[in-house]
């Protein structure tokens, strides 16, 4: 099975922030999206078998943990609120 976090870059980094600030409130943006199609890919290769994908499953809980974290200690530094 191929590495699950492979060609994974820092979740929050300056130029996703950058993104995130600059997109309209509606616009969804989700710099974990790739480790979720990645898990997505692995159901539908493994006709659905979750066993198999528990991989890709933790590198998108982890991606998604980091991205929190950064979000969360950004807002912090600049005193936010919300």
Same mark, same amino acid.
């Given at each position: 099975? =191929?590495? =699950?976090?492979?060609?994974?870059? #820092?979740?929050?980094? %300056? %130029?996703?922030? /950058?993104? *995130? @600030?600059?997109? +309209?409130?509606? #616009? &969804?943006?989700?710099?974990?999206? @790739? /480790? =979720?199609?990645? +898990? ?13 994908? +528990?991989? &890709? *499953? $933790?590198? &998108?809980? $982890? ?5 929190? #974290?950064?979000?969360? $200690?950004?807002?912090?530094? $600049?005193? =936010?609120? *919300?």
């Amino acid at each position: 099975m =191929a590495q =699950a976090g492979s060609g994974s870059k #820092e979740p929050w980094n %300056e %130029e996703t922030r /950058a993104k *995130f @600030e600059g997109k +309209s409130r509606s #616009e &969804y943006l989700d710099p974990c999206q @790739e /480790a =979720a199609q990645r +898990s997505i890919r692995c159901l539908h290769r493994n006709q659905g078998d979750r066993t198999m994908c +528990s991989d &890709y *499953f $933790e590198a &998108y809980r $982890e991606c998604k943990k980091q991205w929190m #974290e950064r979000r969360r $200690e950004q807002k912090r530094k $600049e005193g =936010a609120l *919300f």
